[in-house]
């Protein structure tokens, strides 16, 4: 959900977000549009992509994803600190019985690791989804499984009485 930060935007992104729950729909939408355009900010895209281009990216829990990141074109080499510091990255370690890349995926909860509240605690943090206070194992560690309303029809849409 693309919101706005007034009152009546956050709001209205509330509604919207709740619209697509009864509905059975997970998709982006766009509340801000006064500001937010579906082509984007086409001067500062031109600019961005005037110093960097996509690259492969590795990502914590879900690996290499080709061209989801970006980095500086050649002829800003002198720019980039990772060529004119080099330095030697150790491999990133995955423990074996941590599941966050399927977490991150939406396939799995939280509470279906093995390590989840056992040997990974905010306290004692072994995947990426437990390391900072903001990750989804550490955000469920704190507060739980999200609470189901009693009236809640998650599996039916309000389009199927029709």
């Given at each position: ?105 939406g396939a799995k909860r939280p509470d279906e690791c093995p390590l989840f509240g056992k040997a990974c605690d905010p306290e004692h943090p072994i995947g990426p989804c437990m ?32």
């Amino acid at each position: 959900m693309i919101a706005g930060f007034e009152p009546l935007d956050v709001l209205q992104g509330l509604v919207m977000l709740m619209r697509q729950r009864v509905e059975g729909r997970a998709e982006v939408e766009n509340e801000y549009y006064r500001i937010v355009r579906p082509e984007g900010n086409r001067r500062a895209l031109e600019i961005l992509y005037r110093v960097f281009e996509p690259a492969d990216t590795e990502w914590r829990g879900l690996g290499v994803i080709p061209n989801s990141g970006l980095r500086l074109r050649p002829e800003y080499a002198r720019f980039d600190a990772a060529v004119r510091l080099p330095v030697e990255r150790e491999p990133l370690k995955v423990h074996r019985g941590c599941i966050c890349g399927d977490i991150l995926r939406g396939a799995k909860r939280p509470d279906e690791c093995p390590l989840f509240g056992k040997a990974c605690d905010p306290e004692h943090p072994i995947g990426p989804c437990m390391v900072s206070s903001e990750g989804t194992c550490a955000a469920y560690f704190r507060y739980g499984p999200p609470k189901r309303s009693a009236t809640a029809r998650p599996e039916r849409s309000v389009h199927a009485a029709g």
